[in-house]
């Protein structure tokens, strides 16, 4: 879609390099990323950007079920209701945090 109109801002060169920055990280042009900000401060709800390393809502929705499937694990293991060692607990946390590193 054309954009009919035009804004010019001036900025340091520690601004402008840290808005390139921003925007290089997150896959998106400078236009792109001011817009988009200016535009979520104009309607009063939070900025909502592409993260910079790819992660997207459903997949931090995704996390967030793991994380209350490993609560209910544990709720279960520390009652007794469910037999899990130690060192399982702790090979499953290091396979998660292994996982999530390379995100």
């Known amino acids: 879609m054309v954009k009919p109109r035009f804004l010019k801002a001036r900025l340091s060169e520690d601004d ?42 459903e997949l931090v929705h995704q996390f967030a079920r793991i994380g209350n499937n490993l609560n209910q694990l544990a709720h279960q293991a520390n009652t007794g209701y469910v ?14 945090n292994t996982k999530v590193a390379q995100l």
Do not use: N, Y
Request: charged fraction near 20%; glycine fraction near 6%; include cysteine.
């Open 83 to 96: 037999a899990v060692s130690a060192e399982e607990i702790r090979t499953c946390i290091a396979v998660i």
């Open 16 to 57: 402008h390099t840290a808005i390139q920055k921003m925007a290089s990280a997150r896959g998106i042009k400078v236009s792109r990323l001011a817009r988009t900000i200016l535009k979520a401060h104009l309607k009063g709800v939070p900025v909502s950007l592409p993260h910079p390393r790819g992660i997207t809502d």
